[in-house]
């Protein structure tokens, strides 16, 4: 019952969280639409799915620490999983520099619009969930 309550709050704690954030995104889209300043909104809609990603991983790293196998770093899962995925996130934004895009993420830049925000939640999650022991992972 208490690991009941637990997620439950959980859950009462992420829909305040989105609400929070998308709330502060309809303040930074309305002046960006008065100033014609797009930079701090480019900015949080980078930052955003990470950081939602990351809260996902919470109760994750929560029962790790309790458990004492929070101490290190899984660097192969962060580097096939999280690396990639980040590149994917930034994808819009690289499109519009001189960095060369493989044909994966050019598809994304260029046609969908939910992917930078899917991969840049699985990248926040994925660097919380590399937080623990290698013992854990095998």
């Known amino acids: 019952m208490k690991r009941l309550l637990f997620h439950l709050g959980f859950a009462v704690f992420l829909i305040a969280a989105m609400m929070g954030m998308l709330s502060i995104r309809g303040g930074l889209v309305d002046q960006a639409e ?3 300043e797009v930079v701090p909104l480019i900015i949080f809609d980078l930052v955003f799915p990470v950081v939602f990603g990351m809260l996902f991983a919470l109760p994750f790293l929560w029962r790790r620490y309790r458990e004492h196998k929070s ?6 899962e962060f ?5 990639p995925s980040l590149f994917v996130a930034v994808s819009h934004w690289l499109y519009f520099t001189n960095f060369p895009l493989n044909p994966v993420t050019r598809f994304f830049a260029m046609h969908a619009i939910n992917g930078p925000i899917l991969f840049g939640f699985i990248f926040g999650f994925t660097l919380i969930h590399s937080i623990r022991k290698r013992e ?3």
Do not use: C, Y
């Open 34 to 36: 008065m100033e014609f």
């Open 71 to 76: 101490k290190g770093f899984m660097w192969p």
């Open 79 to 83: 580097i096939g999983i999280g690396v």
């Open 136 to 138: 854990d992972a095998e």
